[in-house]
């Protein structure tokens, strides 16, 4: 009984999803933005499909938006002319991710390792804590008080080192091609992640999980210090992206985080992947497959994040802006592909 009511239950929802995800489409095309309803029901239909529903939408978003021209794919990721984008292109639709190691210089990582040092970080709530008024306040890695410590999207935007990453002609290649539409920069964080905690922490995504904020996009996670085994290593299920790829009962129960035990039970344990790296790395992930940040036991890490989408449907976040443009290669880009940016600006 249990049973046939709960598969009741999918179809109603389901068929809900399917009336609602057209008339939040049709909101965002007109107004830019997108309704709770919709983002629900994208979430639920990639869900219930395994991701088929999120593959025809983006399928039709490559057709509506035309790509830009980047006259030379070169930078922090290499020189990506030639087939050396075709190579890392099939091995992330394959894979899910490409790992640069060191791709950043170390004279980016200590000017951003400064900045994080230098500038105010917001701690963030852990599991069993209520609600507190947000408060700022320099990381002590001495004397953490958190797992995680968040930097402000609005401060990150004007860092001259922040700005050279997001119009990196290299990125925009990589993230262009995988979406199949012009990348829009539409989610920066910076982060630390302490070893406050013995025990992982839910709100510091220290267990698996999936994301599913936008239709189609990538992250691009940077180490800014070296990470070992002991220092909370960025984790990812091996082709757990692809259609398919993650088992529908993990998947009904939305955005629940998974334990590896659970994770384990359904993929095998060589594909669980911890990226242990030097400072400067660059991960290029899809994470729309299961991921977490390794819970850390040593010295705390901090990673930047970028994120490239083919659309900005979806999740809402709070508007940041780009006040000062430092970086002469994002002044150009903004002339030239201002879409790109258009969450900033």
Known sequence: M???????????????????????????WCTGKTPGFAHQSLIWLFCVTRGRSSDLLAKMIARRRPKIAIDSPVGVLGDLRGTLLA??????????????????????????????????AQPRRMDGQAEAEPREALFDPARPSAVRYDYSERVLLDN?????????????ALTQEYLGAPPLADVLNMWWHTNYHAQPDAQAAQFFHFDMDRIKWLKVFIYLTDVGTDNGPHTFVRGSHRTGGIPSNL?????????????????????????????GSIIIEDTRGLHKGAHVRGAPRLILQLQFSDSLFGAVYPKARITHVIDPALKKMLVTAPAVYGQYV
Do not use: M, W
Not at 8 to 14: C, E, N, P, Q
Not at 100 to 119: P, Q
Not at 254 to 270: M, N, Q
């Open 2 to 28: 249990n049973h046939f009511i709960g598969a009741l239950r999918v179809v109603a929802l389901t068929l809900r999803a399917i009336v609602l995800l057209p008339v939040g489409l049709a909101t965002y």
């Open 160 to 172: 001259p080192d922040v700005q050279s990453l997001l119009a990196d002609p290299s990125i925009l």
């Open 251 to 279: 998947l009904l129960r939305g955005y629940a985080r998974l334990t590896d035990e659970e994770v384990l039970k359904h993929f095998p344990s060589d594909s669980l992947l911890e990226f242990s790296a030097p400072r």
């Open 87 to 120: 190579r890392y292109l099939e091995k992330l639709r394959t894979d899910g991710y490409i790992v640069f190691e060191s791709a950043l210089s170390s004279e980016a990582c200590d000017r951003l390792l400064r900045f994080a040092r230098d500038t105010p």
